[in-house]
């Protein structure tokens, strides 16, 4: 069975850091694209990041840019998030999900087909 | 950035029911479109991707269909485990772009 679980998350000042850590198992981690997306209290989801098989090519919403880095160790089967100089509306639960390119024999879709339970991250003086 | 909208907001229906959500993209994103299940508490589950591609071991009770800027989720008989919020993603461009959700109901 797929399993992804995330930790790392509480509570953190403003302009504060944080790293987020996902554990998975269960399928081979070294041959999937890795994502984060965030969901902010009462709010709807928010594609955060994500990260090729080999670390190679990364990709960011805007809003995190030049604050978060996303990275994975493919030998510890682990994808992680640093976030730096956290702000208020950085709060949110942090999911970690499998990143998946399917084709269809004409086009690749990238499809999230896994996902953890998420990890909370609340920034507050 | 791709803007995903969606419609209604929230609706009540009824086990059931026939049900179907809307997303709409600000430009055209051929079928690069996905529908996510999201319940409190729970990891969101993918349901459709390609618009129209049931995932594996999704009750065919789901099915989404559309091309381009307009996109429809349709659930056929509405089940007591299907209230939920539903979101569509947009995979044609980064940054990769949710809607802003359909709660679904209990009438």
């Known amino acids: 069975d797929v399993h992804l679980v995330e930790s790392g998350g509480g509570l953190v000042q403003p302009g504060g850091s944080l790293r987020l850590s996902c554990g998975t198992s269960g399928f081979a981690f070294s041959s999937y694209w890795m994502t984060w997306v965030r969901q902010a209290p009462g709010k709807g989801l928010e594609w955060v990041a994500n990260i090729k098989i080999d670390g190679s090519q990364k990709n960011y919403v805007d809003s995190v840019k030049g604050r978060f880095t996303i990275s994975r160790d493919n030998a510890k089967n682990s994808l992680y998030l640093q976030m730096n100089n956290l702000r208020a509306e950085d709060t949110a639960v942090y999911y970690c999900?499998?990143?998946?390119?399917?084709?269809?024999?004409?086009?690749?879709?990238?499809?999230?087909?896994?996902w953890g339970l998420g990890t909370l991250v609340t920034v507050s003086s | 950035a791709i803007q995903m909208t969606q419609s209604p907001s929230s609706l009540s229906a009824s086990v059931g029911d026939r049900v179907a959500i809307t997303c709409r993209a600000s430009q055209g994103i051929r079928s690069d479109l996905g529908w996510y299940q999201v319940k409190p508490g729970k990891a969101p589950k993918l349901l459709i991707f390609g618009a129209s591609i049931l995932q594996s071991g999704v009750p065919s009770r789901f099915s989404g269909s559309g091309s381009g800027t307009d996109f429809t989720l349709t659930i056929s008989s509405l089940q007591p485990e299907d209230f939920a919020t539903y979101y569509c993603l947009q995979d044609y461009d980064y940054p990769r772009t949710f809607g802003p959700g359909t709660t679904v109901e209990i009438k």
């Open positions: 999900a499998r990143d998946l390119d399917y084709f269809d024999g004409k086009i690749y879709y990238d499809v999230f087909d896994y």
